[in-house]
Structures are given as C-alpha cells and as structure tokens.
C-alpha cells in the first residue's frame, strides 16, 4: 500500500454549485483533523468548516470520512464537499497540498489503488473509465455491466473450472492407486473442458457488438462527387460540417460527426467523392476514403444516377452496403425497382426516416439476457481466443499425456486471468489508468 496521501478534485470543472475533494491514504484522518478539526463518524456526513494551517476559516461544507479497507479505493479516505467557486478550491487544494505527506492525485490514481488493493479487478476499472466517458444510454448500460463485475464473474467462473480440471489432473497423476481418485479424468473433466471451450467462442462472437456499443458504429458516406454526400452529413449533424458547392471535388478530407441513434454512438464520415482525378491533393482525398471504406461498419453509398454502376464504387469492400438514391425532390417518379435501398431529399427529409430505420438494422441485438456481457476491448479478445487455444490444445493432446494436457489448462488460465488482472499485466496498468481523468 502507498505511503502518499493523495487529494484531487473530483467533481469536474469549475465554478460549479458544489466542488468535490476526494483524498485517499493513511493520512486522511489526520488530515481532517487538521483542516476540519476532528473525523466525523464514518460514512456519515458532517458539516464542518476547512481551515488553512493559520486557522482562517477558507469555507464551510459537508465532510465525509471511509476507514479502509471497506472504501473506494481500500484506504482510508476521505471528501470534502465545498462550494465550487475557482478561489475556495483553490485556496483548500493548496491548503492540502502544503502538508507532508499528501501530494495531489495522477490521472487515475485512485481507481489504480482499488486494483491494486483488491477492491475492483482490471475488467471493472475500464468499464468504470467507460462510464464515466458514456455518451449514450447503451454505453452508459455496457459500462454499468463491466463496472459492476458481473463480466469479471463469468471469467472467474471460467478460470475455476480449469483450475478445478488441472486439480483432477494432478491427483490422477499422484494419486493413481488412492481408491478415492477417479480413475480416469477424461469422463470427469474433458466433457466439461469441450464446454468451456465453446462457451468461450460463442462469447468471441459478440466482440463486434460489443465494440460497436463502446465505440460506435463506423458509417461512411461514399460516392462519385457531387451526390450528396456533405449535404446529407450536415441534415444529420443538424449543422454545417463540411462545404457544399456544385464544384466537384469540393471535399478532400474524412470529417465526421458522431450521432445517438436509439441509444447507440453512431460515427458518421463524410469522404471524398470517387472518381479519376489528376489532383494531387484530390487522389489523397480519395485513398483516405477508400481507406475508410475499408475500415467501417457500414457503408452508405450515395448517388443521385439511378442508373450507376453501384458495385464499381467500393474498390473490393465486402461489408454491408446501402445503397442511397439522391435528390429526391428532382424526381418526379417513385424509387426505381432494382436500382437502390432507399431514395432521400435532404431538401425535403423525403426518405431519411427510412435511411435512419435501415442504418439501426445494423446495430446490435443487446435487449436479451446477458447480452451486454461482452468483450469489448482487443486485449480482451486477444487473450480470450489464446484460452480458447490452449483449451483446444489440451483436448487434442490426449495420447501425449495427462502433463502436457495439464500445462496446456495452466496456460489458458493465466491467458484468463490477464483479461481480469490477476496475473502479469504490470505492463498494461499505465496505459489502461492513463485513460481516467484526475480525481478518478
């Protein structure tokens, strides 16, 4: 545990009604004596005035003390709940900042002391960064689900069951002629073994979705020039993002605005149009918007010709596609069959209730069950599918012996248990807590 004592303001920017001081470490109960004059009575709030070390009175407010382990972080820790006007916490924040021992606080310090002391594992610490940087209501509910451990309970209850499968391994190995060791282990633990092992794939299969929610839906617009593409950017964004003229060409850059569509982050991009060009500046534009294309979700592909040649656009992009027929309100004839998905005026907003209904066809199914435990992050993934490997391994190592299989089943733990932090992630600690803000 930490000798430091540190404090951070955790409540946000200021001026605010109420700024929030959060201190963390074995000298937060000397430090309000100090400041407030004595420790109110645990977890329940006092009202007290904070002094600097002069005894000037600096304000007056709500005072809250939580003994370790049984806090936040699993220290001893403490909040003082002040007015939030630039002058008073600055005037406390220094007053803090001048006592031995206490220092002010590194972006994430305090959900890093909860890991490290046992209080939240690595899983929980990002979906608590994941929520407090939600911008959607199914951010929000994907983070809650990380935060509160329910995803780190079903890696736990994975990792017991290897543990539990090496354990028969061993005694089977030891303890063959003890009456009360089973026998054989394949009828014990390999059944289960083949179970894991697809519960783990089947819980890959949601890694899109969940990076979806987390990070958003990747839709670019593409198309020849002069189709649209920047207007129909600016109706969703309600706003003017990027340039529209009747110059073709007009966009050489990838903008973007990011939307709430059902609850759902969806990243919208506006590209450069598609065609031949002797423009330098212009063929840069154009590689940048098939390298997007490449990259996205979904590809919305515009054009005001009902007669184009749609699969010529996409430079060899397999992903899903809709195709977006233009300047409604310049036709006089419905939709022609065959020629696209839907047809759009963003003049008149003919047709983008059906554009927006056919784009939330794309997102994710989370409304059943334990939908929303997924795995989200690369990392995540990553060390998933190196368990599933080892368990695969395991499973076909059978003639070469019960000790190879057994090592095979250690590795995928530890492969587990580098998802949730029980073992070797030092390495990921300063990029994961470098995501929090101060005061977090």
């Not at 850059?253 to 990011?258: A, I, Q, R, S, T």
């Amino acid at each position: 545990m930490s000798q430091d004592t540190i404090f951070a303001l955790s409540s946000g920017s200021l001026p605010s009604g109420v700024a929030i001081i959060r201190l963390s470490g074995p000298q937060s109960r000397q430090t309000l004596e100090t400041v407030c004059g004595r420790v109110p009575v645990s977890r329940r709030a006092s009202l007290l005035p904070i002094r600097d070390r002069n005894g000037l009175v600096l304000d007056e407010g709500l005072v809250l003390f939580f003994p370790g382990p049984s806090s936040f972080t699993g220290e001893d820790t403490a909040e003082l709940q002040i007015h939030g006007g630039r002058a008073t916490v600055k005037a406390v924040l220094s007053t803090l900042g001048a006592l031995e021992g206490l220092r002010t606080a590194e972006a994430g310090e305090f959900s890093r002391r909860a890991f490290q002391n046992g209080r939240m594992d690595l899983v929980a610490v990002e979906g608590l960064a994941d929520l407090v940087a939600a911008e959607t209501e199914m951010q929000r509910r994907l983070a809650a689900e990380h935060a509160s451990g329910h995803l780190s309970t079903l890696y736990d209850s994975w990792a017991k069951r290897l543990t539990h499968a090496r354990a028969m391994i061993e005694a089977e190995l030891d303890f063959a002629d003890e009456e009360d060791v089973p026998g054989s282990v394949a009828s014990t633990i390999w059944q289960d073994m083949r179970r894991l092992e697809q519960e783990i794939v089947n819980h890959l299969s949601g890694f899109q979705a969940g990076e979806i929610v987390r990070d958003g839906l990747n839709v670019v617009i593409a198309g020849p020039p002069n189709a649209g593409k920047s207007s129909l950017l600016n109706y969703l964004a309600q706003r003017d993002i990027a340039i529209v003229t009747n110059i073709p060409g007009t966009t050489r850059d990838v903008l973007h605005v990011d939307l709430d569509l059902s609850g759902f982050a969806v990243r919208l991009y506006d590209t450069a149009g598609l065609r031949d060009t002797d423009d330098m500046v212009e063929q840069e534009g154009i590689r940048r918007a098939q390298r997007s294309i490449a990259e996205a979700h979904l590809v919305l592909l515009l054009s005001s010709d009902p007669d184009i040649e749609w699969t010529g656009l996409t430079d060899g992009y397999t992903g899903p596609v809709l195709r977006v027929l233009t300047k409604a309100d310049e036709r006089d004839t419905a939709l022609p069959t065959g020629s696209a998905d839907v047809m759009i005026s963003v003049k008149s907003g003919e047709g983008m209730t059906n554009l927006l209904d056919a784009v939330r066809a794309f997102l994710p199914d989370v409304e059943s069950g334990q939908a929303l435990s997924l795995p989200t992050r690369e990392r995540h993934f990553a060390n998933l599918q190196d368990a599933r490997g080892h368990i695969e391994s395991a499973l076909a190592a059978e003639a070469v012996g019960l000790d190879i299989q057994a090592e095979h089943l250690r590795l995928a733990g530890h492969s587990l248990g580098r998802v949730t932090g029980r073992v070797d992630v030092e390495n990921l600690l300063d990029v994961i807590f470098s995501e929090f803000c101060i005061g977090k």
